[in-house]
Every structure is written in C-alpha cells, then in structure tokens.
C-alpha cells in the first residue's frame, strides 16, 4: 500500500510559481535594458561586449548541465531560492563592477555568475511549471512565461525611467537586487515542499528519484534533440532582441539610451501578449501549427526590423518579432516534460540546447556587427528561426501530457489540489520523505 502524501495547495503553488518567473524577467530586464549605459561605463567596442554576453551565456550553459542533478538531489525549492538569490548578488556586482569600478574583469566574472545562477532558476521554475501544470491538467506553461515577460516590461520600464533621470547603473542594479532578495525569501516559502510534488519523480530526495545515468540518458533520445532545435531557434530570435536590440537601434538608427530601452519594452509587451494569448491558441490548434505559425511572424517581422528606417513600421517589425517568439520556448518546456518521471532531465536538456543560442549567439553577432553593423548581423536568426519551423513536428503533443485534458493530470485534479488535506499518493505521486 502507498503512503499518503500531502498534495500540495494549487493556488498559492501556481501564484509562487507565476512569482519567480516574474522576478527572474526583471532581472534579466535590468541588464538587458541598461546594456548601452554598461558598456558605455566601461568604454567598449561592440565586440568587446559580445564577450561579456559570451561570458553570462558560458555561465548559463554550466547552470544548465548541472541543473538536473543539482534538482535531484537538493529539489526545486532549494535550487530557486539559490539561483535568484546568485543572479540578484550578481545584478549588484555587475552595477558596481560596470559604474562604480570600471573594471572589465569584475563586470564579466558577475555576468558568469549571474548566468550560472539564472540557468538553474530556468530549469527549476519551469519543473515546477509543469508540476502545476499536470495537478492543474492543463497546458499553462505559456502563462508562466508571460508572467516573465511582465517581469521584463517592469523592469525595462524602470530601466528607461531611470536612465532618462541619469540613475547610474551601480544605484539601480543595487537597489532592485535588494528588492529581488527580500522578494525571493517571502515567494519561496510558498512553493510546495519536493518530496510532495506530484508527477515529479525526479525532483528532490526519494525513492523515486532517477539515477545519474538515466538523467544522462535523456540526450540519446531524437524527439528531445529536436525539441531542442526548436528551443535553439526561438531563443535565438527571443534573446537576439534581449541581448541587442537597444544597442542595434542605438547604434543602426541613431536614437537615445532611452527609445533604445523602449524599443525592447515594445518587444517584452509583445511577447508578454503572445504568452497570455497562447493557451487559449495552444487548445485551438494544438502545439506544432502553432509553433509553425510563430516562427513565421517572428521572421518576417525581424526582416521589417533590419530593412525599414521608419519608427511605425519598425515599431510593428519589433511588435511581430516578439509576438512570434512567445510560444517557443515555454511549449518547448512542456513539450520536453511530458514524461513527468524525467522531467527535470528532458527540461535541462532541452534548455542546454536553446541556451546554446545565448552561448555563440552574442559573439556571432557581436563580431558580425563590428563588421557589417548590428541590423544586418541579425539576417543569421532569422535563418534559425526558419529551422525551428521546420522542427516543430517533434513537439507533437503525447498521451498524457498537460496539454491533453484534465484526465491526464495523474493524482491530482484542479479542485483535489485546491485543499490541503491529505490524500491517497497515486503511482505517480512522490510518497512522503
């Protein structure tokens, strides 16, 4: 006979989870939209700073190859509270390294950080998406990223404001990772204790959890291979704007620090409305037309960004772009989390494949832009967002998984998990420590 397990409360489990996807946008929004004011600070070329993106992406990538194993023995719970807490002390670092230090290695030796810390924050949240997901028996995971989309509107919001005002960099990266601290400690407290996720056999000590071999084994699999590929792609277009759009509009129409910041808080509300939107799309047409769709808005509205030098038609060019790169990657992650047993694995394998975006992306085009200017480097993502189309088949959707129907939800129903009192554990359902 199983022992019971306490199934955790979906309402305050799934506003935790909506939390730190919110949190973690605006931390990657206070680096993104301050990327002219830093590398002015610290007086580098285009391609010197590609570096510095290469440096965050390097860290992220080790972030996200251990991610699974660090889960696994530690549990979201942990690995949230350590992640955010690395990337917000790191945000005060870069501030002080870039403004206050003018120092290059300091700047880059926190941006590594902030990576590794913001790869494991990725694969964790996004474990636990998908774990609300499956008690809700519903495919919410776009919502959950729309809620880092917001994140990112607020923080490039404050961003431009800050810089119209002339805040340094050290002041307003110290302040909001303070805030993103205290934030963490209160959310993190909401989130379900691992050894009682349901579905999530991977997750956290226990007799379920799966062996390091089979966490490895995950990457011999095509279908995850190639719901990879379609990550690859849709990071690319989503984190080209994030890493360059500001500095390309800067640099390729000759417009201030502060439009520069509003032409990627266009994009952050594009791709927030993309998210929202997205589930009700996702029920009508299912996962693969949807992805295909996208891939094609987001290319021809990033062909519009590189060639019009007109603010309206660009402003719709960065509108489209960011709209069709909403979806990639949050359905790539429910996608990828269709088996909940190994649902941490397949997660971080598939994230360390679209990271890889941010990886060569930066220097790619940063290298390309010291050459032909940053517009025209951007000509290489639209090419991979055309191969995430082509992939999308492989992010069919399967028996059981989220996106199905309620049924398919093993253990726990949305009204079951409404209340705390304990219930019967299912075979799917972590027994309790």
Do not use: C
Request: proline fraction near 4%; avoid cysteine.
């Amino acid at each position: 006979m199983s022992s019971p397990t306490i199934v955790p409360r979906l309402a305050p489990w799934r506003f935790a989870v909506f939390a730190v996807f919110a949190l973690s946008g605006i931390t990657m929004a206070t680096w993104v939209a301050r990327t002219p004011a830093i590398r002015d600070a610290l007086d580098v070329r285009t391609d010197e700073f590609g570096i510095l993106i290469f440096g965050m992406a390097a860290g992220s990538i080790v972030g996200l190859l251990g991610s699974s194993h660090i889960i696994a023995r530690l549990g979201t719970r942990r690995v949230i509270l350590m992640g955010v807490l690395a990337t917000s002390l790191s945000l005060i670092g870069l501030g002080v390294g870039a403004q206050t230090l003018g120092s290059y290695a300091f700047a880059l030796g926190s941006l590594v950080v902030f990576g590794a810390g913001a790869g494991i924050t990725d694969v964790a949240m996004n474990v636990e998406g998908a774990g609300v997901e499956r008690a809700q028996g519903r495919a919410i995971m776009p919502w959950f990223h729309a809620s880092w989309s917001i994140g990112t509107v607020i923080g490039a919001a404050v961003a431009a404001a800050v810089a119209d005002l002339g805040v340094g960099v050290d002041w307003h990266a110290g302040v909001v990772g303070v805030l993103l601290i205290v934030a963490v400690l209160f959310v993190v407290r909401l989130l379900p204790r691992d050894e009682v996720l349901p579905g999530l056999d991977d997750d956290g000590p226990g007799p379920g959890r799966t062996t390091w071999r089979e966490r490895l084994s995950i990457w011999r699999e095509p279908r995850i291979l190639f719901i990879g590929l379609i990550v690859l792609g849709m990071a690319f277009a989503e984190g080209s704007a994030n890493d360059w759009l500001a500095l390309a509009v800067v640099d390729g129409r000759g417009v201030d620090e502060t439009t520069g910041a509003l032409a990627f808080g266009i994009f952050a509300v594009a791709m927030t409305t993309g998210r929202i939107a997205g589930v009700w799309v996702l029920d009508r047409f299912g996962r693969v037309p949807v992805l295909r769709g996208s891939a094609v808005l987001a290319a021809v509205g990033l062909a519009v960004v590189i060639t019009v030098d007109q603010p309206v038609i660009a402003g719709l060019g960065i509108f489209a772009w960011g709209l069709g790169s909403s979806l990639g990657f949050p359905v790539g992650m429910s996608a990828a989390a269709d088996d909940p047993r190994r649902a941490a694995a397949a997660v971080a394998a598939v994230a360390t494949v679209g990271y890889f975006a941010f990886l060569v992306g930066p220097p790619v085009i940063g290298f390309l832009g010291e050459q032909i200017g940053l517009l025209n480097a951007l000509w290489v993502v639209l090419v991979l967002i055309l191969v995430a189309a082509v992939a999308s088949g492989a992010a069919r959707e399967r028996g059981g998984s989220a996106g199905g129907a309620a049924a398919g939800a093993p253990g726990v129903g949305g009204a079951a998990a409404e209340s705390s009192a304990p219930a019967a554990a299912s075979s799917d359902a972590k027994p309790a420590g």
